[in-house]
């Protein structure tokens, strides 16, 4: 709503005229306030809705996969040439929830002060798929994947560990390395 007051001398009350000046009443719709997007005019949609659970999921996939093509380019990428080794063992303090496939465990590292990393050296690609099958009989399921480049990598949870498992080759040998970090 709008109401006309007359300003100037020369008007009379409540005559239009050259003085006339329109304006909004104060309690008018048209004098409230409003931001595009707030929320105000939708109800729940405001700043604090809540992000779904699904988004963090994904979010912490990615970050399993992250990790495990970084344990690849870090233990191995480059394929060059491996030498004669002593017997290596795992990390002290690695899961034991873990099973390893089988094979020659070529490294393995504590990172931090609860992920783990291990790199085991089998026989051929169905040692690869082996080591997925044994994760998976020991409950874990498989939450992700990738494959790109001769290299296929797999986000696994359980209800205590991410294991983030990745296959290639190495200095021409397949290897399974995988990257443990604690939920």
Known sequence: MTEVHSVGASAEAGAPGAGDVTRPR??????????????????G?????????????????????????????????????????????????FPTEIPLAEGTLVESRQLGDRAYTAMVEVSGSDQQEAALTILEEAGFVRSGEVQRDGVRSYSLISGQYGVTLVMKESGGKPVVAYTIAPR
């Open 26 to 43: 104060a309690d008018s719709p048209e004098t409230t306030a409003r931001r595009r997007g707030s929320g105000a005019d939708t109800p």
């Open 45 to 93: 949609t405001g700043s604090t809705s809540r992000r779904p659970r699904w988004v963090l999921w994904l979010v912490g996939v990615v970050v399993l996969i992250a990790a495990g093509v970084l344990a690849w380019l870090v233990f191995g990428g480059a394929d060059t040439a491996t030498e004669e080794r002593d017997t290596v063992s795992v990390a002290s303090g």
